[in-house]
C-alpha cells in the first residue's frame, strides 16, 4: 500500500507496527546517525544503569529496547546520558515506529518490513510541507505511549499550539505540524478525555485541513476535519480494515472485491478496536 503511494511523497517514509510484546514489558524505539557506535554495547551498559534485563534488537540504523515496563521512565533519561544523540522514534508496550529519508520501497527494504508480524500497522509516505527533509521530520509521530499518528493538510495554528503545548510539559521534537496534531491528542487524553473525545476536540481546536489517522495499542481511528477537502477512502471486511488516501492503495489487498469502501464522512470519528 506504502509503495503504491509513492509520488505522493517520495522524500521520506515511516512504518508503525503494534508487535505483541510479553506481560509487564516495554519497547523503545530508537534512531541513529551512527549505529555502529550508538549500538555498541548499549545493551549492557542500560543494563548496569537500570539495573534489570535489556534486550536489544538492531533494524538497521534503529535499535527496539525490551525491558521492564516500569523501568521505562528512568530508561529514557539515561539514555540521554548514555548516547545523547539517540532519537526516541516510539515508546509503549507494543509500539515501534521505523521512518528514514528516501523511497518507501527503500525505506521498507533497509528495515525488512516484510518480515515483521503484527496486529495492525500504520504507514505514512511524505512531501514536505512544514518542516525540512529529516529523519525526524518524517511521519508517523509518537507523543504518548502505543500511540501514533499520521497526518494528511496542513494546520494552520500549529505554531501557537506548539507553544502551548510545550508550556504544559508536552515534548515535541520537531517544528513539523503534524507532531503537534499528536501532541494535542496526548495531552487532551492526559487531561481525562478518550482518543474518540480528543479527536472530536481536534475539530474545533485544530485550524487548517487534515486527515488523521491514529493508531492505538488495540486499534486505530480516522478523522477529517469539517470540510474534508483531502482525499480518504476506507476498506473493510470480516477480515481487516484499511484506510487509504487514495483508493489504488487498497486495490491488491485479498479479499478486496468483496469488502465494503466508502469515503469516510466529513468531521466524523472512526474507530476500529480488536
Given at each position: 500500500?506504502l509503495?503504491?503511494?509513492?509520488?505522493r511523497?517520495p522524500?521520506?517514509?515511516?512504518?508503525a507496527?503494534?508487535?505483541?510484546?510479553?506481560?509487564k514489558?516495554?519497547?523503545i524505539?530508537?534512531?541513529?546517525d551512527?549505529p555502529d557506535?550508538?549500538?555498541?554495547?548499549?545493551?549492557?551498559?542500560?543494563?548496569?544503569q537500570?539495573?534489570g534485563?535489556?534486550?536489544?534488537r538492531i533494524?538497521?540504523t534503529?535499535?527496539?529496547?525490551?525491558l521492564?515496563?516500569d523501568?521505562?521512565?528512568?530508561?529514557?533519561?539515561?539514555?540521554?546520558?548514555?548516547?545523547?544523540?539517540?532519537?526516541v522514534?516510539?515508546?509503549?508496550?507494543?509500539?515501534?515506529i521505523?521512518?528514514?529519508?528516501g523511497?518507501?520501497?527503500?525505506v521498507?527494504?533497509?528495515?525488512?518490513?516484510?518480515?515483521?508480524?503484527?496486529?495492525?500497522g500504520?504507514?505514512?509516505t511524505?512531501?514536505?510541507t512544514e518542516s525540512a527533509?529529516?529523519?525526524?521530520?518524517?511521519?508517523?509521530?509518537n507523543?504518548?505511549?502505543?500511540?501514533c499518528?499520521v497526518?494528511n493538510g496542513?494546520?494552520?495554528?500549529h505554531?501557537?499550539?506548539?507553544?502551548?503545548?510545550?508550556?504544559?510539559?508536552?515534548h515535541?521534537?520537531?517544528?513539523?505540524?503534524?507532531e503537534?496534531?499528536?501532541?494535542?491528542?496526548?495531552?487532551?487524553m492526559?487531561?481525562?478525555?478518550s482518543l474518540?473525545?480528543?479527536?472530536?476536540?481536534?475539530l474545533?481546536?485544530?485550524?487548517?485541513?487534515?486527515?488523521?489517522?491514529v493508531?492505538?495499542k488495540?486499534?486505530?481511528?480516522?478523522v477529517?476535519?469539517p470540510?474534508?477537502?483531502?482525499?480518504?477512502?476506507?476498506?473493510?471486511?470480516?477480515?481487516?480494515?484499511?484506510?487509504?488516501?487514495?483508493y489504488r492503495a487498497?486495490?491488491n489487498l485479498?479479499?478486496?472485491e468483496?469488502?465494503?469502501?466508502?469515503e469516510p464522512e466529513?468531521?466524523?470519528v472512526y474507530?476500529?478496536?480488536?
Amino acid at each position: 500500500m506504502l509503495i503504491t503511494m509513492t509520488d505522493r511523497g517520495p522524500d521520506s517514509a515511516g512504518i508503525a507496527i503494534y508487535n505483541h510484546v510479553t506481560d509487564k514489558k516495554g519497547k523503545i524505539t530508537v534512531q541513529s546517525d551512527a549505529p555502529d557506535t550508538d549500538f555498541n554495547s548499549l545493551e549492557s551498559e542500560l543494563e548496569k544503569q537500570v539495573k534489570g534485563d535489556v534486550n536489544l534488537r538492531i533494524q538497521s540504523t534503529h535499535a527496539v529496547l525490551e525491558l521492564r515496563a516500569d523501568q521505562m521512565n528512568s530508561a529514557r533519561t539515561i539514555l540521554k546520558q548514555l548516547r545523547p544523540n539517540l532519537r526516541v522514534m516510539s515508546t509503549g508496550e507494543s509500539l515501534e515506529i521505523y521512518k528514514e529519508v528516501g523511497l518507501p520501497k527503500d525505506v521498507a527494504a533497509r528495515f525488512d518490513i516484510k518480515k515483521m508480524s503484527g496486529s495492525h500497522g500504520i504507514g505514512h509516505t511524505r512531501m514536505a510541507t512544514e518542516s525540512a527533509v529529516t529523519t525526524m521530520g518524517a511521519h508517523p509521530f509518537n507523543t504518548g505511549s502505543d500511540q501514533c499518528l499520521v497526518h494528511n493538510g496542513s494546520l494552520s495554528n500549529h505554531n501557537s499550539l506548539r507553544r502551548k503545548l510545550r508550556r504544559d510539559g508536552v515534548h515535541i521534537q520537531t517544528e513539523n505540524d503534524t507532531e503537534v496534531g499528536a501532541a494535542y491528542l496526548t495531552w487532551k487524553m492526559q487531561n481525562g478525555s478518550s482518543l474518540g473525545e480528543a479527536l472530536e476536540s481536534s475539530l474545533d481546536d485544530l485550524d487548517g485541513f487534515f486527515t488523521f489517522v491514529v493508531g492505538t495499542k488495540d486499534g486505530f481511528g480516522v478523522v477529517r476535519d469539517p470540510i474534508a477537502c483531502k482525499p480518504a477512502v476506507m476498506a473493510e471486511t470480516d477480515h481487516f480494515v484499511a484506510f487509504g488516501s487514495e483508493y489504488r492503495a487498497l486495490v491488491n489487498l485479498p479479499g478486496i472485491e468483496q469488502a465494503r469502501v466508502w469515503e469516510p464522512e466529513p468531521a466524523t470519528v472512526y474507530f476500529w478496536k480488536h
